[in-house]
Structure formats: C-alpha cells, structure tokens
C-alpha cells in the first residue's frame, strides 16, 4: 500500500504524520522520521479492526493571510 507523509521540523525533532490514517511518529532527522512512520504505520496495519481509506486524500496548497489587513485601525 502507498500512503503520504507529511513531515515538519519541531524545535529538534522531525515530526512525520500519513494523514490518510492519521498515524505520527517522530526522529531526529527527516529521513529517520520518515522510517519511523513507516513502522509505526505497518504496526497500524497489524490490527485486524485497522480502517483504512480507499481514496486518496487531496493536497492542495492555499495563501490565506494573518488578519492584520482586515484588523481596523485603531487611532
């Protein structure tokens, strides 16, 4: 089965998350993280009663901004 991950750095540690099933794991590097999410999502997949999606889910990247431009000035 292929799955996505999605890692970000967090202070020291490289947080690696499969959204499809919502499964985390963590390591000191990106590539590690990655291998630990691989394992913890085969550990995932060991449990019988493990539901997992048919469809894919869908990335699309978005800008949205902070709110300061729609904040009103205060004099």
Avoid: Y
């Avoid at 993280?33 to 913890?40: I, P, S, Y």
């Amino acid at each position: 089965m292929e799955f996505s991950a999605v890692i970000r750095k967090e202070g020291r540690w490289f947080v690696a998350w499969c959204p499809e099933i919502d499964v985390a794991s963590q390591g000191r590097t990106s590539a590690s993280a990655l291998k630990n999410l691989k394992e913890a999502v085969e550990l995932f997949l060991e449990d019988p009663h493990a539901s997992v999606p048919r469809t894919k889910p869908i990335f699309r990247k978005f800008e949205a901004g902070d709110g300061e431009a729609s904040r009103p000035v205060r004099a």
